[in-house]
Every structure is written in structure tokens, then in C-alpha cells.
């Protein structure tokens, strides 16, 4: 048979115009979905590097297939144009119907799979991978519809290409703007009616060439060796390994939000763009010799500045979370350009290399993209879990320069020695000292844990005390003896409101120092519900010196918190949802609605939910959003002050009583009734009341509507994180003593005993409040008054001995004897480790053994973990 030929072509310049722009804003609308729907999937995993790898691959394998599907479909379309139009539009559709589908699918998998975390994990993951491939794949069609468009045009592969890219870059970040302005479904929304836009115009488009033209030209395959498709797989495989290492790395270094991903993912497509757009240039080949040796030295390189890029981010201070985000976006930049530039340039050079028929370009494209989608899911789950994150950066670099040997001469081989010293110093992170200079300068690192989820590290101080560090840069708990009572109160005051608790679930174990605070109540079921592997460890080993080893006294069970609340049939008496950084992708669905009534629907009827907030991570506004759904699900909802902690409290068919606080210690042994209040009493803890959570109109915090995620880290970087201003709304919003003694049905002959700890916690906060306002003088004062009204309060008696111990130069000054002034330090705060050090340091020097062995032994008591111990 002979071969059609084509008729002669009129291409006018603003078709060839036209079909550039559309496919610049179709690269646009894809990326723009799969920041989205990455946002989308962490909040369904509950884990956000999750939702990056999914998408990822889902998007690269569903491209790579459409590409070589595509390439058929092209072949006996006669309008390639009028196709990719209905591609558009049918992807515009599946968009908005997405949500609504993973939400049922979500019900779904928990009937499947309602015991096993990982067989959960594991369907979602399926799950995920198709929805996603689906419309992935429909993109990946329009890349040969598209060649095919313009086949007798002066349209390159290597331009049409880096438009597309350049174009998803915009795209990439366009969500910056989309979700804290509308919210991701508007979001969705807005960038579906933009695809819609794109097809309507690609319809119009088509009609400018006429059957017979360019459009019916047959597309030559051409002849593509399976090395060759292997290697480039290869290649593409490498680059989504370092995409997915280096979202993890910088997403722990930089900005920890859910924009990190967005910034890497712009900055990554921006590099392959331009590389694409510049290789028409490169035309000898000695560059192939030149592509994998650079890329892999550089991707290496990336590595070792980590050190000095930790530092820099730790030390910055930027004025704005756009600022933020243009700074550290452009350190991304040159650290992972050079990269990209040449990842960019290695399809138009390889298809020129190949015989310049753009439907070769296709067929490598396919290939590269079904190798960066095993890339990703092998990144995520084999090796970071395995290797680390820095061995998975090591892996895909190595891998890289061995793909791309495959073009280019033996001598090139001769970098491998390099390329191998290069990679062995830097294959596992540095110590958290080194990427935390500031803050962990003095720090060694006792344990590592990295899996799938999250980095955690057990730090050890100068002093002895440890720190649980998730992602490098979120200090979950500590050791230090103040840090121990904040976290044990967590658990004291739930216990305390509930007349006789049987069951406790604990939303969180992190270092088990809170959980341990649950010791002194005898035959008390305890159930701890924590995803991270690395704290359950930590808790087990690391810290159970101070969390007197309550790991082995209690059932752990490994979970998603709202996983576990939806598909356990136990019910408690007590849970309480542990501190956590609600700015953190997804993290903010734990003070959901949905999450609420989850907790409250695992209430045995008199129980209790307590939420605790750490006020420094809240402004006024978020804090009223959270409060406001808190009580959309707890209508009679309370709320108690611990320092600068906020507790939500909400029950099921509770009252709250005074008389049931103290009708619960009255029923425990003598022995540990101190224990179960931290030492400070019923009253102190009835006297931390602060009144009930109106009803109030306005946004309330939804998993699939987020508001908080959104609001907080622009808060954060404009300064409005404005804790004196917080605590000063809060203060208003208390009611006065009547008010509080009638709704906690206080007897009258207690009503003194209430009112002294009552004025006490207020009198307390107003102190700090003048404090960090500069008025150091009230402050004081006030904190004096607080301690004649309760001097039992730990949080009043231990800010006065601080300040009598950091005054003690000028009590010694005025005539007093250190031991004296020490021991007078004690009678406020027997606790108190930093007297309790001296005095032991005094007696020793003075040869009072047997007086030094008991100050000792105090010390061990409440700082067993600290380096003068050694």
C-alpha cells in the first residue's frame, strides 16, 4: 500500500499560538489537581507525606500511560484538538466528583478493614492509586493529541514540553492562593471551571484545521530499543525519588506546612521546564556523557549543604509567611535546579538523538513517567522506611547516574568512584546539633526512628534531660522536671472530673510522662492509641525512667486516633486528646467536628472528653473556631487553665461538681491522694475553672473544610500569634466568683477554700500577662498575692522560687546564707532541682555526706535523668 500524503499545509501563526497557550494552562490545571488532591489524601491518610506519594505516583503512572495510549488514539483522530477538549472537560467533571467518591470509598475500606491499621493503609493506598490514575491518565492522553496538533508546525517536543511544565509549575502553586482564600472545595471548583475554560477553547481551536490538513497526518512511531525505555524508566524513576526525599527533607528543615510541598513541587517543575526549553541549544553529543554525571554530583551536593541550610532556616526571621515562602523557596531552587535543569534536558535531547518524530517523544515520555511513578511509591515506602531519607536521596542519585550511562561513552564510568565517596558521608542525616544549631547545639542524639511517617529522635541535653523531636523540628515532650507536670496534668485533671474512672484512652502516647500521671488510680484500664512507632518506642525505652515504665502497665495500640475512635467497639470513661501542632498538614482534623463526635460517641454515659490546647500555637481567632466547634458536639462544654494550656471539656450525660472531684480522691488510698493532684490539692484544681463555652455564630473547623491549617501560619509570620492579647481575651471572658461557685455547685462551707484557689489561677495569669508585658514590678506583686491566696498551686509557688533562685545573689548580698536563702526556695517549692543541686553541691563541699546523700536522692526523685546525677 501506498502512504497517504498529507495535503499541503496552511498553519496560521495563532493556531500554532493558540495550541501552546493551551497546553500551558492544561500543565497548569493538572498540577494545580495534584496539590489538591495530595491535600485531599492527607487528610483521608491522616499523614501527609502519604497524600504526596500517592498522588505523585498515581499522576506519573497515569501520564506515562496515557502518553502511549494516546499515541494510538492519534492515529485515526482526525481531530486530535475536539479529543483533548473533551479530555479537559471530562477530567473538570471527575474533579468535583472525586471528593465525594474517596468519601465513600473511605466508609468502604473501614467495613473491609475495620482491625488491621495496615490492611487499611493498604486498601486506601489501592484506592487512592486508581482514582487518581484515572483522570492522570486522560492528562497523559492529551501529550500525543497534542504533538499530533502540531506535527507541521515549527512546534518542538523540547518547547512543547517545557511550556507544560512551566505552566504545572504555576500550577503548583496556584493552591497558595486558592486555599486559604476559598478553601479547598471552592478551590476545586474554581480550577475545574479553568479546565472547562481550557476545553471550550481547544474545541474553538480545532476548527481552524480542516480535514485532510495536519490533523490527518500519520504519526511514525518509529523503532525505540527496550534499553533504551528501560533507562529512561530508570531515569524517571530517579527524579521522583528525589522529588518525594527532598518534599520530606525540606518539608522537616523549612516551612511545615502543607505549602512546603507546593513550593518543591513549583520549584522541581520549573527546573525540568526550563532544561526542556534550553536542550534546543545543546546539539553535540558529548552532552550525554555530561547529563548523568552532573545530575548525580549535584543531586548529592544537595546533601551535603543541609547542615548550613538547617542553620540558616533556624536563624531567619521572616517578616511575612509569603516572605518565608519566597526565601526558603529560592534556597529550594538552588539546591535542586541544577538537578532539574538537566532532567529537563534529557527528553528533547534523547528524542532529537532518536530521529526528532514527536511521537518518539510520546513513547519516551511514557516510559519516563511509568518510571517515576514506581519511583515514588518505592521512595515512600521501601526506602525511606528502610534507608532513611537521605539514603533514599543517595539511592535515587546513584541511580541516575547509572540509568544515564546508558548513552553516553565508557569513560563516563570513570565518575563512579566520585560519585561513591560523595555519597558515603552524607547517606544518613546529620545529628539534630547539627540541623538544630540553635536550639540543640548542645544535643546528642540517643535514638533514631524513621519510617513511612515521621522522623523521631530522643535528644539528650547538656544537662541530661531528653527531648522527643518528631520531623526534627516539633518537640513533642521533655523530660525536664517542669515539662513533666505539664504533662502529667494533662492526665490529673480528666481523672479528677470523673466520679470513678474505670477506662482511660489516652489520644496520643508520646513520651508516656502524661499517661504515668494516671498511676495512683488502682485497677484503671488504660489504652493508648499512637501512630508514631518511634514515640511508642521512646516511651518504652528512652523515657521510662520518668514515666515509671507505665508503657508495660497499660494496651498500646498502634493507630490512627480517628481511625481508632470510628471502628472500636469499646467505650471509656475518661479519653483525652493529647497536644498536638494544629498548623501541621491534617493535623488539624483532630479538632474537627467530625473528630468530636467521634470521642463523644466512645463515652460510656457520665464520661469525660478533655482536649487540651497550648495557647502559644493560637490566636484569637483560631482559638474561637476551635471552641465553637468544640461545643457544637459538647453543649454544656467547660473549659479549665493549666499555666498556658487550655482544656476542653465536654462529657456525655457528666455533670460537673466540685463534690464529685472530691468525692473521687476521697474514695483512693490515702497514700496516693497527693499524687493523683501533683500535690497541690482538690481546690487548686476546681480553682482553674475559667466558665462555659458559649454558642457562638461563625466558621467552625470541619475535616473536608479546614479553617485553622489555613488562617494559622499566615497568623504566625504576621505576628498576630499574640499570646499577652489571648490570655487578656480569655481573662474577659471568666466569670466572676458567684457566677463559678454556682455552676461547679460548690457548698458554702467551701466557698472560702474555692474562692482563695480561684483568685490564685486568675491572679497567676494576670502576673504573666504584666510580665511579658514588661511590667515586671506588678507582675511580681501579683504573683505574691497569688501565692498568699494558694501557695499549694504549683504553677504560682514554682514561678516565685524561680525568681527567688534567679535573685539569689542579692539575697545572699543582703546578708543572708546561701544555705538559708536555698532552703527558703525549698519551703516554697520543695521540688525546686536547681536548689535542690546547689544544696547537694553545698554539703559536699562542707563534708556533709550524710545531709548531701538525701539531697541527692531528692533530686533522683524529681529529676532522675540529670547529668549532675552521673
Not at 510520546?362 to 517515576?372: E, H, V
Not at 544515564?404 to 539534630?432: C, I, T
Not at 547539627?434 to 544535643?443: H, I, R, Y
Not at 481511625?563 to 498536638?580: C, H, K, N, P, Y
Request: aromatic content about 10%; some cysteine; proline content about 4%.
Amino acid at each position: 500500500m501506498t502512504a497517504e500524503v498529507p495535503a499541503k499545509i496552511a498553519i496560521r501563526p495563532s493556531y500554532v499560538t493558540g495550541v501552546a497557550t493551551l497546553y500551558f494552562f492544561s500543565g497548569a490545571i493538572g498540577l494545580a489537581y495534584q496539590v489538591l488532591w495530595a491535600r485531599m489524601l492527607s487528610l483521608q491518610f491522616g499523614v501527609s507525606i502519604f497524600g504526596v506519594v500517592v498522588t505523585a505516583a498515581a499522576f506519573m503512572l497515569g501520564l506515562g500511560l496515557g502518553a502511549l495510549l494516546g499515541g494510538r488514539i492519534g492515529l485515526w483522530r482526525r481531530y486530535p484538538l475536539r479529543l483533548f477538549a473533551i479530555i479537559e472537560l471530562s477530567i473538570a467533571v471527575y474533579a468535583l466528583l472525586l471528593p465525594f467518591v474517596l468519601r465513600a470509598v473511605d466508609g468502604g475500606v473501614m467495613l473491609l478493614a475495620p482491625e488491621s491499621l495496615w490492611l487499611w493503609y493498604a486498601l486506601q493506598l489501592a484506592a487512592a492509586l486508581v482514582l487518581v490514575t484515572l483522570p492522570a491518565t486522560a492528562m497523559g492522553v492529551g501529550f500525543p493529541l497534542i504533538l499530533r496538533a502540531v506535527q507541521h508546525t515549527p512546534l518542538t517536543l523540547g518547547r512543547l514540553y517545557g511550556l507544560n511544565t512551566c505552566g504545572a509549575a504555576l500550577g503548583a502553586l496556584l493552591p497558595l492562593l486558592l486555599l486559604p482564600a476559598l478553601g479547598w472545595v471552592a478551590g476545586v471548583w474554581l480550577v475545574a471551571m479553568i479546565g472547562v475554560a481550557v476545553a471550550a477553547a481547544a474545541w474553538l481551536l480545532s476548527n481552524q484545521v480542516q480535514t485532510g490538513t495536519a490533523a490527518d497526518a500519520p504519526l511514525s512511531w518509529g523503532s525505540v530499543r527496550p534499553a533504551t525505555l528501560l533507562a529512561y524508566a530508570g531515569v524517571g524513576a530517579a527524579a521522583l525519588m528525589l522529588e518525594v526525599g527532598w518534599t520530606r527533607l525540606f518539608g522537616m528543615l523549612l516551612l511545615r506546612t502543607e505549602y512546603v510541598m507546593a513550593v518543591i513541587l513549583a520549584v522541581f517543575l520549573l527546573g525540568i521546564g526550563l532544561g526542556s526549553l534550553l536542550a534546543r541549544r545543546l546539539t553535540a553529543r558529548g552532552w550525554f556523557d555530561v547529563l548523568p554525571v552532573a545530575a548525580a554530583l549535584f543531586a548529592l551536593l544537595s546533601l551535603w549543604v543541609i547542615p548550613p541550610l538547617a542553620g540558616w532556616a533556624e536563624g531567619s526571621d521572616f517578616g511575612s509567611l509569603a516572605g518565608a515562602m519566597w526565601a526558603q523557596g529560592l534556597a529550594i531552587a538552588l539546591l535542586t535546579l541544577p538537578v532539574t535543569l538537566l532532567l529537563g534536558a534529557w527528553l528533547p535531547l534523547l528524542s532529537a538523538r532518536l530521529g526528532r518524530d514527536k511521537a518518539i517523544g510520546a513513547i519516551l515520555y511514557g516510559a519516563n513517567s511509568i518510571g517515576a511513578a514506581a519511583g515514588a511509591l518505592l521512595a515512600g515506602f521501601v526506602l525511606i522506611p528502610w534507608l532513611g531519607t537521605a539514603g533514599a536521596i543517595v539511592v535515587a542519585a546513584l541511580l541516575l547516574f547509572v540509568a544515564g550511562l546508558a548513552w553516553a561513552s565508557r569513560r563516563s564510568w570513570l565518575a563512579l568512584p566520585l560519585m561513591l565517596g560523595l555519597a558515603w558521608p552524607v547517606w544518613q542525616l546529620p545529628a539534630v546539633s547539627q540541623l538544630l544549631p540553635q536550639g540543640q547545639a548542645d544535643g546528642r542524639d540517643l535514638f533514631v526512628h524513621e519510617d513511612a511517617l515521621a522522623i523521631t529522635h530522643v535528644v539528650e541535653r547538656g544537662d541530661g534531660q531528653r527531648l522527643l523531636l518528631a520531623d526534627l523540628q516539633r518537640m513533642d515532650a521533655s523530660s525536664d522536671p517542669l515539662a513533666v507536670v505539664s504533662q502529667q496534668n494533662q492526665v490529673r485533671l480528666p481523672l479528677l472530673l470523673h466520679p470513678e474512672p474505670e477506662q482511660v484512652l489516652f489520644l496520643g502516647l508520646g513520651t508516656g510522662i502524661s499517661a504515668a500521671a494516671s498511676l495512683p488510680y488502682p485497677g484503671l484500664e488504660r489504652t493508648a492509641v499512637e501512630l508514631s512507632q518511634g514515640a511508642i518506642e521512646a516511651a518504652q525505652h528512652w523515657f521510662a525512667p520518668v514515666n515509671d515504665h507505665v508503657s508495660e502497665k497499660m494496651h498500646i495500640v498502634r493507630d490512627d486516633a480517628r481511625r481508632f475512635l470510628q471502628t472500636t467497639a469499646q467505650s471509656f470513661d475518661v479519653i483525652i486528646g493529647d497536644l498536638f501542632h494544629p498548623d501541621l498538614v491534617g493535623r488539624s482534623a483532630l479538632l474537627s467536628l467530625q473528630q468530636f463526635e467521634r470521642a463523644r460517641a466512645r463515652l460510656d454515659h457520665g464520661g469525660v472528653f478533655v482536649q487540651w490546647l497550648a495557647l502559644n500555637q493560637f490566636d484569637a481567632e483560631s482559638l474561637q473556631v476551635v471552641l465553637r466547634t468544640f461545643q457544637r458536639v459538647f453543649p454544656e462544654a467547660v473549659m479549665f487553665i493549666d499555666g498556658f494550656r487550655l482544656a476542653l471539656v465536654g462529657g456525655n450525660g457528666w455533670r460537673l461538681s466540685a463534690q464529685v472531684v472530691q468525692s473521687n480522691l476521697a474514695r483512693l488510698d490515702p497514700t496516693v491522694r497527693n499524687a493523683a493532684t501533683g500535690g497541690e490539692g482538690a481546690w487548686s484544681w476546681v480553682g482553674r475553672y475559667w466558665g462555659r463555652i458559649g454558642a457562638t455564630q461563625g466558621a467552625v473547623q470541619g475535616e473536608w473544610a479546614p479553617v485553622i491549617e489555613y488562617h494559622l501560619p499566615r497568623a504566625r509570620y504576621r505576628g498576630e500569634m499574640d499570646l499577652v492579647a489571648l490570655v487578656e481575651w480569655l481573662l474577659r471572658r471568666r466569670p466572676d466568683l458567684s457566677r463559678a461557685a454556682q455552676a461547679l455547685h460548690v457548698a458554702d462551707d467551701r466557698v472560702d477554700a474555692f474562692e482563695r484557689a480561684y483568685a490564685a489561677t486568675e491572679l497567676s495569669l494576670r502576673a504573666w500577662v504584666a510580665e511579658l508585658s514588661g511590667d515586671v514590678r506588678q507582675g511580681q506583686r501579683l504573683l505574691r498575692l497569688a501565692y498568699q491566696a494558694n501557695p499549694r498551686d504549683r504553677w504560682v509557688s514554682g514561678a516565685l522560687a524561680d525568681r527567688m533562685y534567679a535573685g539569689l545573689q542579692v539575697m545572699t548580698a543582703q546578708g543572708m546564707e546561701p544555705r538559708q536563702a536555698l532552703e527558703a526556695i525549698l519551703f516554697v517549692r520543695p521540688d525546686h532541682v536547681d536548689a535542690l543541686r546547689e544544696l547537694w553541691r553545698l554539703e559536699q563541699v562542707e563534708g556533709n555526706q550524710a545531709r548531701a546523700a538525701e539531697y541527692r536522692d531528692m533530686l533522683r526523685r524529681y529529676s532522675p535523668l540529670d547529668a549532675a546525677l552521673r
